[in-house]
């Protein structure tokens, strides 16, 4: 058998895996590399310029938990970020309370954040950084879906490596 | 200001913000561009059209919605 058609077999829900945990890991297991190291520096820098707009709480699964679901895509970006903002959430929870007036009739859940929000000072996420920010690290996420099913899909096709080399493997006799 | 970022938000006014999309457009553009190009060589310039092609189609978005909100009875 001619080696050109002997190509590495691999798995989609490992590509799909990889893909998710590191974004751009999926297409480096499946053989496209380039297009890995595109996606890996894109993703994450889009990830990370949301967080560097919004500060440690851009990443906040209590009150902006659509946004948070689309940030744990980006898989170790997302784990990390949500890391900080939690270390952030438990040093304030752990200080002295902080008295907050709050308008009569308001309800319990938005207490709390006016509460937590007059602890975090400037470090409170308010309009408009907040959607910019969480614009920045959500679409991140949505992105690296996409490349999660390009990955599990060229591997469950069982397709590796760049477009010109599955050309080649295909001629007969294979190519050089 | 370097030393909060991370940390703390930065302070944007309202007009900065649009042209913060900017750069979210070209993360999209790439990203799609680099699991959809045949050839990897031409990914920068098909992300360049795309790119254009977005602006221009937020743009002319923008502007249809503008008219739609001054002009309708």
């Not at chain 1, 690290?137 to 010109?164: P, Q, T």
């Not at chain 2, 699991?35 to 743009?59: Q, S, T």
Request: hydrophobic share 50%; aromatic share 10%.
């Amino acid at each position: 058998m001619s080696k050109h058609t002997d190509k590495p077999r691999s798995n989609w829900l490992i590509a799909a895996f990889l893909a998710w945990i590191v974004p751009g890991a999926g297409h480096f297991y499946i053989g496209r590399r380039i297009r890995a190291v595109v996606i890996f520096v894109t993703i994450g820098a889009t990830f990370w310029t949301g967080v560097a707009i919004g500060g440690v709480m851009t990443v906040d699964r209590r009150y902006e938990p659509w946004w948070f679901a689309a940030e744990m895509v980006t898989g170790v970006h997302g784990l990390v970020g949500w890391q900080r903002s939690r270390a952030e959430y438990n040093k304030l929870m752990r200080e002295g309370r902080i008295e907050v007036e709050v308008p009569l009739g308001t309800s319990p859940k938005l207490a709390e954040r006016m509460t937590v929000d007059a602890k975090l000072q400037d470090k409170a996420l308010v309009a408009p950084a907040d959607t910019i920010a969480r614009a920045y690290s959500g679409v991140a996420g949505m992105l690296n879906l996409m490349c999660i099913f390009d990955a599990a899909v060229l591997s469950a096709m069982g397709l590796w490596g760049e477009g010109k080399r599955r050309a080649a493997a295909a001629e007969p006799g294979g190519g050089s | 200001m370097i030393a909060g970022l991370f940390t703390h938000p930065v302070n944007i006014d309202s007009g900065s913000g649009l042209l913060l999309m900017l750069p979210l457009l070209a993360a999209v553009a790439i990203v799609y561009k680099a699991i959809r190009v045949k050839d990897i060589r031409k990914l920068p310039k098909e992300v360049a059209v795309l790119m254009v092609y977005m602006v221009l189609g937020l743009v002319a978005l923008g502007v249809g919605l503008w008219l739609v909100q001054e002009y309708w009875p």
